[in-house]
T-cell receptor
C-alpha cells in the first residue's frame, strides 16, 4: 500500500538549472497538491489540481509550473532554479476528507 | 480566505505534564479541521480530524482536540506527555468551497523535557 510517493527524496541544483519533482498516488484521489515547507512558516500551497487535466495556482506559485496529465501523477517543475527555492517540498492527495502526504523532497539550490 | 493561527511557536513541558497547543482559524460556514505531527526529517502524520458531529475528537497517541465554533478554535491537548511526543505540530483547515485545500498554521514545536 504505497499511498503517496515522491521522487526524488533529495536533490542539489545549481542556480538556473531545471528539474521536475514527481508525485504519484494510488488511491484514485481527484485532488492533488504541492506544498513547500520553510522554517517558521508552516506549509504553503504552491499549486493544486482538482482532477486530471486541471491545475490552479496556490499561495506561492511564482517560479513553478505543474502538470496533471494522468490522474495518479502530479508533476512540479522548476524551470530556472533560484536559491530562494531551497526548501522541503511535499505532495498530498485527498478524496475530500483527509489528505495523505508524501515523505517529502529536500531540495537545495546553490 | 481561510487563515490559521498557532500562537505558540514553541512549548516546553516536562514529561508526564499536561499540554495544550492552541489553534485558531478564520470563520467559515463549514470547515474540516486537522492536527498533523511531524517528527524530525519525516513527513506529516495525521493525529486527528474534525469533520462533523461531536466537538471532542480523539486521535492517536492519546491526543484529543475540541472544536469550538463560537471561538473558532481547535486546541490540541494531551493529559500526560512523553519524551517521544517531542515534534512539530501543525493545525490545518480546509473546506469544500476551497477545493479541500489545506491551509496550515506556522506550527508549534513541542519540546518535552525529562
Amino acid at each position: 500500500n504505497a499511498g503517496v510517493t515522491q521522487t526524488p527524496k533529495f536533490r542539489v541544483l545549481k542556480t538556473g538549472q531545471s528539474m521536475t519533482l514527481l508525485c504519484a498516488q494510488d488511491m484514485n484521489h481527484e485532488y492533488m497538491y504541492w506544498y513547500r515547507q520553510d522554517p517558521g512558516m508552516g506549509l504553503r500551497l504552491i499549486h493544486y489540481s482538482v482532477g486530471e487535466g486541471t491545475t490552479a495556482k496556490g499561495e506561492v506559485p511564482d517560479g513553478y509550473n505543474v502538470s496533471r496529465l494522468k490522474k495518479q501523477n502530479f508533476l512540479l517543475g522548476l524551470e530556472s532554479a533560484a536559491p530562494s527555492q531551497t526548501s522541503v517540498y511535499f505532495c498530498a492527495s485527498t478524496g475530500g476528507t483527509e489528505a495523505f502526504f508524501g515523505q517529502g523532497t529536500r531540495l537545495t539550490v546553490v | 480566505a481561510q487563515s490559521v493561527t498557532q500562537l505558540d511557536s514553541q512549548v516546553p513541558v516536562f514529561e508526564e505534564a499536561p499540554v495544550e497547543l492552541r489553534c485558531n482559524y478564520s470563520s467559515s460556514v463549514s470547515v474540516y479541521l486537522f492536527w498533523y505531527v511531524q517528527y524530525p526529517n519525516q513527513g506529516l502524520q495525521l493525529l486527528l480530524k474534525y469533520l462533523s458531529g461531536s466537538t471532542l475528537v480523539k486521535g492517536i497517541n492519546g491526543f484529543e482536540a475540541e472544536f469550538n465554533k463560537s471561538q473558532t478554535s481547535f486546541h490540541l491537548r494531551k493529559p500526560s506527555v512523553h519524551i517521544s511526543d517531542t515534534a512539530e505540530y501543525f493545525c490545518a483547515v480546509s473546506d469544500i468551497d476551497s477545493s479541500y485545500k489545506l491551509i496550515f498554521g506556522s506550527g508549534t514545536r513541542l519540546l518535552v523535557r525529562p
